[in-house]
């Protein structure tokens, strides 16, 4: 801008800056952006990439496994909407409980959002930029695995038949990762943003993520398991995000059996369940920020 | 980023004064800060340039707390302090200007805008510094004022850029890719200057931005406020509950009190007042000020002390005369500072300038 010579060490005084400016949604989008890279540690310390990294090889892993048994004549074992369940259920609860809190808790721990609020974005721009990029992160943790398995399975199809048939069953699997991502992101954000306590928050995440499971679990054993006719063993999933979660993809037409969840003709109940959970997850995260924002 | 316009002999450095305009969204012109510059002729009181208005502007909090209460100020650009004790209502009043906080009553703009409906344009103006600790201690100060940058729509090369450029303007050059956790007080008050400077705003609100440095710490960092007022061009409001420390680098002064105005006035206009002389006598205190009052003083009792408004140079004949002819023993008579409380309480009359 000026052309002093380089190699001056004094104040050049001030410049003003009458370039462009990004609006609104740009500055969401570069929020969003720098979100999703720190949910996987990217531009963090070491430390920050553990969890991300671990919970990645342990989700690709036996997706690898599976594709190259496929290549060597095999079935392929899991089905693309249930993938491991058990395991997706683990590693799913990890992954948010240690990163949701790098989301929201470390902002809310340092003050730090009071210099958000002063700047061009609106209220709710900062929790939507936090649920934007958990979404992504978990969409990618949980997609990645069954890409793998898909294009390990078709580089041996024998014909273009076996290739559509492998298509029709991944796109189901892809839209269960994506209900899957919506709903876990938003759990995970809403019990991370209630203290600044990284450690509490990731207790907070994990415990409820397991207990409930748990005895969304024990519910379901003691009415006789997932083979009951009982309403008891129906309804008992309702208690546990990932078996809402379960029950509703059985309800929409999931072709493997349930694992953990058989919600029979409670299906509809499973769907309602699951959008008002969401609902109650999305809302509680406004109105904290709105809280906060406020204060 | 070229610029047309002539270089201007309040510019530093050398560099020209871009066209302010040009930066504004929207294409629409702010009311200029030329009054900023020193040298400038101080205007007479907030016109319609002011940079910050405010109207009957009330806020009552849940629980009945009323922290702003009617209040209607002008605020010129320049630099202004925001004088109060604690709980006035200054940290209320810049949160209402950041357009964060609803008014219950009133109204306030800044920069011609209202505060309640056009937030967002008002804050890509605005810079800000909280009064409580804001930073992270696990990011260096460059990561941290460059992310920030861009919150305040700087596009990813220039925030960088500016970035450095605020953290040499206070003084971190050398320390900016520390983390900020290793940070010295006076420091971390800096990094928060400096992400504030950081967006290019037109106007700073600082709140208390001397809070929990050693009086050295606290100088310099008057003098880096008094600094960004006087040479970068940009207007500042600078919350304050001591005045003795803001009114060397402020061109106003707005001081408030249980969420009213006590006094908005220029700086010199203040001082005049401040300036008082003091008489002590051992006694017969209120006969003494009986005896100047008939003689046209109007001083009041501050301890074991008078204190009369020093007017022109005869007030020291007079009171000396005073005390003469009442034979009263004296004690001192010396000319002093009002202090912060006294301009609060003892001035109620001159409040509504
Ligand atoms: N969120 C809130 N809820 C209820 N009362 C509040 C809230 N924030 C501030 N107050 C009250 O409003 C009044 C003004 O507070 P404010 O923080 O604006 O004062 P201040 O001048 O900034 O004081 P300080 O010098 O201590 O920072 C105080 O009585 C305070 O207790
Ligand atoms: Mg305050």
């Known amino acids: 801008m000026s052309e002093t010579p380089a190699g001056v060490i004094h104040d050049l005084g001030y410049r003003r800056y009458d370039g462009p400016r990004l609006g609104r ?6 929020l969003t952006w720098h979100s999703f890279r720190s949910s996987f540690g990217i531009g963090r310390g070491v430390k920050a990439k553990i969890v991300p990294v671990l919970a990645c090889v342990a989700m690709c892993l036996p997706a690898f496994v599976n594709a190259f048994g496929v290549a060597r004549g095999s079935p392929r074992l899991f089905g693309y909407d249930v993938y491991v369940p058990q395991l997706r259920v683990v590693v799913l609860t990890i992954f948010v409980a240690a990163q949701a809190p790098e989301l929201v808790s470390r ?33 990618l943790l949980i997609e990645v695995p069954l890409l793998i398995l898909y294009v390990g399975t078709i580089a041996s199809a024998k014909n273009g038949h076996g290739v559509w048939a492998e298509t029709r069953a991944l796109i189901p699997g892809l839209g269960v990762g994506l209900m899957w991502a919506v709903l876990m992101a938003a759990v995970g954000l809403v019990l991370a943003s209630l203290t600044g306590r990284r450690a509490y928050a990731t207790g907070i995440v994990a415990i409820s993520c397991f207990l409930t499971w748990t005895v969304s679990e024990l519910l379901i054993q003691a009415e006789g398991g997932i083979t009951s006719a009982s309403a008891g063993a129906r309804i008992g999933g309702l208690f546990s995000p990932f078996n809402i979660l379960d029950g509703v993809r059985i309800w929409l037409g999931g072709t493997s059996p349930g694992e953990d969840a058989n919600p029979g003709h409670f299906g509809p109940l499973y769907g309602v369940v699951a959008v008002l959970l969401l609902a109650a997850c999305l809302g509680g995260l406004a109105a904290r920020y709105r809280k906060l924002s406020m204060s | 980023m070229v610029d047309t316009m002539p270089p201007s002999q309040y510019w530093p450095g050398g560099t020209t004064p871009p066209d302010l305009s040009a930066a504004l969204p929207g294409g629409t012109t702010p009311p200029d800060p030329p009054a900023a510059l020193p040298g400038g002729t101080t205007p007479p009181d907030p016109p319609a340039q002011a940079v910050i208005q405010t109207r009957a502007l009330t806020k009552v909090y849940p629980g009945n707390v009323t922290a702003l209460d009617g209040l209607t100020v002008g605020v010129a650009p320049g630099v202004t302090g925001l004088i109060g004790a604690n709980g006035a209502g200054k940290s209320t009043l810049i949160k209402i200007l950041l357009g964060l906080l609803p008014p219950t009553k009133g109204q306030a703009t800044v920069l011609g805008r209202d505060c309640q409906t056009s937030g967002e344009t008002i804050r890509t103006l605005l810079g800000y510094m909280p009064e409580h600790d804001c930073l992270p201690p696990d990011v260096t100060a460059t990561e941290f004022v460059t992310h920030l940058g861009r919150m305040s729509g700087l596009p990813p090369t220039v925030a960088k850029e500016r970035a450095a450029e605020s953290l040499r303007h206070v003084g971190l050059h050398e320390e900016r890719y520390r983390l900020i956790g290793t940070y010295s007080t006076g420091m971390k008050q800096r990094v928060k200057l400096a992400q504030a400077l950081a967006g290019d705003p037109r106007l700073l609100l600082l709140d208390e931005p001397t809070n929990g440095l050693d009086p050295a710490g606290r100088t310099a960092m008057l003098e880096l406020i008094g600094r960004i007022g006087a040479e970068f061009g940009i207007s500042i409001m600078v919350a304050s509950h001591l005045l003795g420390e ?11 009190d249980a969420g009213r105005l006590l006094r908005a006035d220029s700086i010199t206009s203040f001082t005049a007042v401040s300036e008082v002389l003091a008489v002590e006598v051992e006694e017969g205190l209120a006969q003494l000020q009986q005896e100047l009052k008939a003689r046209g003083l109007t001083a009041t009792v501050a301890q074991r002390a008078l204190l009369v408004p020093l007017g022109g140079d005869d007030t020291y004949d007079v009171v000396r005369d005073a005390v003469a002819d009442l034979a009263l023993p004296l004690c001192r008579l010396e000319q002093r500072r009002h202090q912060v409380e006294e301009l609060f309480r003892g001035d109620e009359g001159a409040a509504h300038v």
């Open chain 2, 246 to 256: 803001i009114e060397r680098i402020c061109d106003h002064l707005v001081a408030i």
């Open chain 1, 25 to 30: 949604a740009q500055i969401v989008r570069a």
């Open chain 1, 107 to 139: 902002d809310l721990r340092s003050h730090v959002l009071p210099l958000y609020f002063s700047r061009p974005m609106r209220r709710g721009d900062y929790p939507l930029a936090k649920y934007v990029a958990l979404t992504a992160a978990c969409l």
